[in-house]
């Protein structure tokens, strides 16, 4: 009879645990959920030509107070890195990267984005996403890492990439890893460009900051922040 009780009493803890597992699995994706925003599917056909793209393009560096949407978002996300076709290495994205290694990381300084909370948020290619890196408004702080740049703290977004320098050293040596990574950053960030100007959008290029700094606003240690883009509507 001991013996049977101390089953039943087994089995009842069994199932106890089992619920409270699934209940924390449950409350586990909830959380994930809501630290992950799906962004829309990004449009492969624009109303500008490249030429006309390259032609018109300027670096802007005073924006307007009107909020970017999320399909504008998505947008310049996808062309600074998003996914395109199957190449021969694989799943090719929006930028040329040495022997595919893409060693560069894309987040942006989000604070008046329409269906957007203030926040920084790391871009998810794979999935054409956001991912919740800290919330609240931190553009009058990246500013501050650019040395006070105005148009940091007043574009709408600000996209920040940063560089894991090892994935390419491990492979072509130290030496290439600095070239390969400015080579990226280049491509990526013409990308942006002449995406923000067929998007009627403005974008500067901004190399000057403390990238110590910018690590510290964005959340990141073990990456290089080698650039920063705010982007917006240009002010007239």
């Known amino acids: 009879m001991l013996l049977g009780k101390s089953k039943k009493g087994g089995d009842m ?33 624009g109303g500008m030509s490249v030429e006309q793209a390259i032609h018109e393009r300027k670096s802007i560096r005073s924006f307007s ?24 290495t694989g799943p090719t994205r929006a930028y040329p990267s040495a022997g595919a290694v893409y060693p560069l990381e894309i987040y942006i300084v989000a ?9 920084v948020y790391r871009y998810d290619w794979k999935e054409q996403a956001l991912k919740i ?25 600000t996209v920040v990439i940063t560089a894991l320098y090892e994935k390419v050293s491990s492979r072509y ?8 990574v400015s080579m990226d950053a280049g491509h990526l960030g013409q990308n942006v460009h002449l995406e923000a100007q067929s998007l009627g959008l403005g974008t500067v290029m901004v190399g000057a900051f403390t990238p110590q700094e910018v690590s510290n606003v964005i959340g990141v240690e073990k990456e290089t922040p080698v ?5 917006g509507r240009p002010k007239q």
């Open 13 to 45: 803890v069994l199932r106890i645990s089992l619920v409270c597992l699934l209940m924390l699995s449950f409350f586990s994706l909830q959380a994930m959920a809501q630290d992950t925003v799906k962004l829309p599917n990004p449009q492969i056909e």
């Open 65 to 88: 107070d009107v909020p970017l949407t999320l399909e504008q978002v998505s947008q310049i996300l996808w062309s600074a890195g998003g996914a395109t076709v199957d190449g021969v």
């Open 111 to 119: 604070g008046n984005v329409t269906g957007l909370e203030p926040g």
């Open 133 to 157: 890196i800290k919330k609240g408004d931190v553009r009058p702080s990246l500013a501050t890492a650019a040395f006070g740049q105005a148009m940091v703290q007043q574009a709408p977004v």
């Open 173 to 180: 040596g130290e030496d290439r890893a600095v070239k390969f």
């Open 227 to 231: 650039y920063m883009m705010p982007v």
